[in-house]
């Protein structure tokens, strides 16, 4: 997102984008010496890269008309050889985008090579890579586990030169992502703060990639969210092949079976595990192959709680993050109970269709 203050909102989750107009708990010993940065956070600093956007957002309202142009700041970093990652809301509707390496004030023309609006992720690359040879990549890291630190580095608003804060890791959840509005995925909420412009940014712990800074909570204080590496590893594996096929769904609407009267209804035990299948997608994975009023109780053998999680790492995430690591043309098991009966069913997964609303294109407030 990348106007003058203007934040896309979901309720009041909003995109960190800067406009051009310009765990280990922290220690409680606030005497102790401060460290200056190591020539290892000077090598990690060189591949950060601060990237300018200038924009033309099409008027949806009057699409005669030429829309509205304006520019704003984003982050990205090096993870390969020509190869920048950064948020798809930092270089959507871009019409010029130009990085800037650390400690330089040359600008670089980029191009998009991949972009994913659905998980808010775009790859880049620079029309010469010689200025940046030598730069070390970022590597994408493992999740990290709650309350562990972080270091999120970027271009906020409030300068031009590059930010450091620090925070850790408080919560990991199954939430919307801001850019689209319709797509939910897994998210990692931190207490480090994170500023317009940070967006793309790298979130860092020992060294490598734990997340990309994306979206902030502007109705809370030091809340920001990061894509977690889970959704980054998808993306880069989805577009191996050249192409971005978009992430897939099983096509069902669940339903939580907490009240005591419907787990009655459905010969379920105080116990037993599952969640009631309440419609299921014309023409999606699971079209044929699940009904109403069936009970899931089981996705590849990992058992659904009556909430709709599942247990993965550790820690209970909602059932959908298992479809989330697979991609178009994988074979999904389905543990249901059907007229009191368990069956095994098997889906093949692929991509659903947004009705009227495409995923692949942001709304017009998105800058």
Known sequence: ?????????????????????????????????IKVATPHAQNIYGSIVRIEAATQVPNYREPW??????????????????????????????RRLLITKHGSPQKHPAKIIHIAHDCDLA????????????????????????????????????????????????RIDFNSYSHTRSDQHLVVQIDAAINPGNSGGPVLQNGQVVGVAFQGLRSADNTGYMIPPPVIKRFLKDIEDGSYDKY????????????????KKFGLGRTTPGVLVASVTPDGPCDGVLLANDILIAINGKAV??????????????????????FSGDLIKLDIIRDG?????????????????????PHPRGR
């Open 65 to 94: 008309k030429a829309g509205q142009f304006s520019g704003g700041i984003g982050t990205g970093f090096i993870i390969g050889h020509n190869r920048f990652l950064t948020n798809a809301h930092v270089v959507s509707n871009a």
């Open 305 to 326: 709680d009556a909430a709709g999680n599942i247990l993965i790492g550790g820690e209970k995430v909602n059932m959908n993050e298992v479809v989330e690591r697979k």
């Open 248 to 263: 897939v769904d099983l096509g069902i609407t669940e339903f939580a079976m907490f009240n005591p009267a419907m787990r």
């Open 341 to 361: 009966k368990k069956l095994n069913k098997t889906a093949t997964l692929k991509p659903l269709a947004h009705p009227g609303v495409s995923p692949c294109v």
């Open 123 to 170: 790859l880049l690359e620079v029309e010469d890579f010689s200025p940046f040879e030598g730069l070390k990549p970022l590597e994408i890291g493992l999740m990290p586990k709650l309350e562990t630190q972080v270091r999120v580095i970027g271009y906020p608003v409030g300068g031009n030169r590059i930010s450091v804060t620090r925070g850790v890791v408080s």
């Open 1 to 33: 997102m990348i106007s003058k203050t203007l934040f896309l909102l979901l309720g009041s989750i909003c995109l960190i984008a800067t406009p051009t107009t310009y765990a280990q708990r922290l220690p409680d010993d606030t005497t102790a010496p």
